[in-house]
């Protein structure tokens, strides 16, 4: 690592696109979230700025191009715009021109003095050796290498395919920056992949968090292996990190007595008696896996059971989880319904009834409906508010609230929003022209409601449920590309 560069300094990340014909899908799959995963990790990491590279052939030198780049920056609508525009490219036969990336972001980026700085280079071929007749510069990737590592800048490779070529050029180009090399089967956990290496080196806790928070999207259904690889590599590299790091440079000069080890007790025979002088019963290890997979095959039939958390040690913004990674996804919602508007905002059919002194409208009657749970049900209902910029845009969610059955089977807004705290984040974002969705799913496991509460808000922390407020905002986007910030929460009086 270099003297220059600060353990806790603002993270700069590359990412670097080789956009050569069998590598297009990969731009494809990032345009798709890149204004989300952007958006989510300027909030997650302070300071943290990104560049761009987009990188072809030497064949592709004069049409389209050999390279393009986006200089660090935390301008999300400069990001998003440029990889949405920038082009694939026609690429020849292995090998690409990894070794022109390399030297552009050792050469031509800007990298800001005592940061933490990360490159992630995404492909599936190889570089052009130094003596290769398209080389005409005869750069040499291994010594472009050694440079960016002198420079403090550790390498992710995330290898696209299985081919020895490819896979001694990104191991080898890790291994000399102390970077992780990272095989991928397809490009449909791409984006799982840039979020987590960025966690990573953010801290071991924010990994940790994020894995969870993927885990969870899955609910039973394994991880893909893909993921489940990526996850182990970036957790054993942490593992191996805090190890070298407790160890010190001294060695003993006296001789280290060994002490014996007592051998382990068989799982197959009696233990030995106690000092009380009962015998204890012969635990087989057939007996514990027959168990186990009891154990498991009776969590799985209750499918609408909660999916138990796990250790979660900071909270994650609900704002900011997508649908497909919220924990409790697999509840049986109602679909999302509009329930409060702006005064002037036009609305198509329902009723409708002024809200908040007149500063908005609230749907009421029963278009905003209720929750059958049955006569005896000891069922709690999970209810979500989402606050939505403008028409047909994304819905951020803000605000949750656990009812019981008795209580659920026709929903009011006037109680649903009768917490002061509340109604003034309401009457903030109508004042910017937003619109706000609720939707409800029954939670059928025998719990009451506080248990519920703790399970859901344990995990997440919703915007609107903070009794003094907390300043939230999102990028708005128009046509895909991010045009300004709209505060959804802010600190209250």
């Known amino acids: 690592m270099s003297s220059a560069m600060l353990p806790n300094g603002p993270l700069q990340v590359v990412f670097s696109f080789d956009t050569t014909g069998s590598m297009s899908s990969a731009l494809t799959e990032v345009r798709g979230r ?41 301008d999300l609508p400069r990001l998003v715009d440029f990889v949405n525009k920038v082009e694939t490219t026609f690429g020849g036969d292995e ?35 130094p003596n290769d007749k398209q080389n005409k510069d005869n750069i040499d990737w291994k010594e472009e ?21 490819s896979t001694k050029f990104f191991r080898t180009m890790t291994e000399i920056t102390d970077g992780q090399h990272l095989n991928l089967s397809e490009f449909g956990t791409l984006c799982d992949v840039i979020m ?23 609910g039973r259904m394994a991880l893909h292996k893909d993921l489940e690889g990526v996850f182990g590599v970036l957790r054993r590299a942490d593992s191996s990190a805090a190890a070298s790091a407790t160890t010190t440079t001294d060695r003993p000069t006296k001789a280290v007595r060994l002490v014996k080890l007592t051998k382990a007790a068989s799982l197959t025979k009696a233990t030995s008696i106690s000092k009380t002088g ?17 154990r498991t095959t009776a969590a799985q039939s209750d499918s609408k059971r909660l999916t138990k958390p796990s250790t979660i040690t900071r909270k994650l913004n609900r704002e900011k989880v997508p649908e497909t990674n919220f924990r409790f996804n697999r509840l049986c919602w109602s679909p999302w ?18 809200f908040l002194r007149g500063a908005a409208r609230a749907r009421g009657g029963p278009e ?77 496991r025998r719990q009451d409601k ?20 907390c300043h939230r905002d999102v990028w708005v986007c128009n046509n895909g590309v991010a045009s300004h910030r709209v505060q959804i929460a802010g600190a209250l009086a």
């Open 278 to 294: 009962k015998k204890s019963k012969p635990v087989t290890a057939a007996k514990k896996l027959v168990a186990r997979a009891a």
């Open 145 to 165: 290498t050694r440079l960016l590592q002198k420079m403090g800048v550790r390498i992710y490779g995330v290898q696209v395919n299985n081919s020895d070529k």
């Open 196 to 218: 987590a290496i960025c966690y990573r080196e953010k801290g071991a806790e924010f990994l940790q968090n994020y894995e969870a928070e993927v885990r969870a999207r899955e």
């Open 368 to 444: 905003l409906g209720g929750v059958a749970t049955g006569k005896r049900s000891q069922a709690s209902v999970l209810c979500e508010a989402a606050v939505q910029t403008r028409p047909g845009a994304r819905r951020h969610v803000v605000w949750c609230r656990v009812l019981p059955a008795s209580s659920a089977n026709r929903l009011s807004l006037s109680r649903l929003m009768a917490s002061q705290s509340v109604r003034a984040q309401l009457e903030r974002v109508m004042r910017s022209g937003c619109r706000l969705w609720v939707r409800w799913a029954k939670v059928t």
């Open 337 to 354: 319904k509009l329930a409060v508007v702006p005064a002037e905002a036009e609305v198509s059919s329902g009723q409708w009834r002024r």
């Open 450 to 469: 506080d248990e519920v509460k703790q399970e859901v808000k344990g995990v997440y922390d919703y915007a609107w449920c903070h009794s003094n407020g």
């Open 95 to 129: 090998p690409e021109a990894y070794e022109v990336m390399l030297r552009l972001v050792r050469r031509d980026l800007t990298w800001s003095a005592g940061s933490q700085r990360v490159l992630v280079v995404i492909g599936d071929a190889f570089p052009h050796p």
């Open 34 to 74: 890149l204004s989300d995963m952007l958006q989510r990790l300027q909030t997650d990491l302070p300071a943290v700025t990104t560049a761009v590279v987009a990188h072809g052939d030497y064949c592709d030198e004069r049409k389209p191009y050999l390279t393009k780049h986006l200089d660090f920056t935390d």
